[in-house]
T-cell receptor, first 110, second 115 residues
Framework: DAKTTQPPSMDCAEGRAANLPCNHSTISGNEYVYWYRQIHSQGPQYIIHGLKNNETNEMASLIITEDRKSSTLILPHATLRDTAVYYCIVKGRGNTPLVFGKGTRLSVIA | DAGVIQSPRHEVTEMGQEVTLRCKPISGHNSLFWYRQTMMRGLELLIYFNNNVPIDDSGMPEDRFSAKMPNASFSTLKIQPSEPRDSAVYFC?????????????FGQGTRLTVV
């Protein structure tokens, strides 16, 4: 079973920041937080991951609370092409597989 | 690299027929994962391989499902006999196993329809 809780859906205005929350209160010390997204009919796409420090790449920023029980994915300037289902996943080290929950369906509105 | 390549992209078959889905992982990757996605159950892990060896097949729904990885560049998922409830999108993903955490790359999926 997925170890995360996400809201089923969110809306965001185009050009604004999209902040997607995730709760993972049972995360253990050696588990990472991963974010993937799935645009309609495509395979899931990696966005970002982190352990305890905040992370940023060209796609997004990941903010992890100090107690690591929750995190927020931030898309700084959402576009219509960011409309997708976003999955927050807690994963152990190494090549343990990704276990997907239901994710958050983000709709970016013009 | 062309990414993870799955074939066919679409498959329509009659109930009772054998179906074979194919996956070519990214060159150099040594872990391979098969997932199934339906509206009702979402994305489910079926089986995964490390260095061509099946590690966990507990997600394979029934004995009708089997998966093989004869070499590092090819894997198959076979359903025999197929049933309408097997209709889904099947995804293959690959990653590089190592000491750190690396991302998994997904193919575009095979949409299977069993009529």
């Amino acid at each position: 079973d997925a170890k995360t809780t996400q809201p089923p859906s969110m809306d965001c205005a185009e050009g604004r920041a999209a902040n997607l929350p995730c709760n993972h209160s049972t995360i253990s010390g050696n588990e990472y937080v991963y974010w993937y997204r799935q645009i309609h009919s495509q395979g899931p796409q990696y966005i970002i991951h982190g352990l305890k420090n905040n992370e940023t790449n060209e796609m997004a920023s990941l903010i992890i609370t100090e107690d690591r029980k929750s995190s927020t994915l931030i898309l700084p300037h959402a576009t219509l092409r960011d409309t997708a289902v976003y999955y927050c996943i807690v994963k152990g080290r190494g090549n343990t597989p990704l276990v997907f929950g239901k994710g958050t369906r983000l709709s970016v509105i013009a | 690299d062309a990414g993870v390549i799955q074939s066919p992209r679409h498959e329509v078959t009659e109930m009772g027929q054998e179906v074979t889905l194919r996956c070519k992982p990214i060159s150099g990757h040594n872990s391979l994962f098969w997932y199934r996605q339906t509206m009702m159950r979402g994305l489910e892990l079926l089986i995964y391989f490390n260095n061509n060896v099946p590690i966990d097949d507990s997600g394979m729904p029934e004995d009708r499902f089997s998966a093989k990885m004869p070499n590092a560049s090819f894997s198959t998922l076979k359903i025999q006999p197929s049933e309408p409830r097997d209709s889904a999108v099947y995804f293959c993903a690959s990653s590089l196993m190592g000491s750190g955490n690396t991302e998994a790359f997904f193919g575009q999926g095979t949409r299977l329809t069993v009529v």
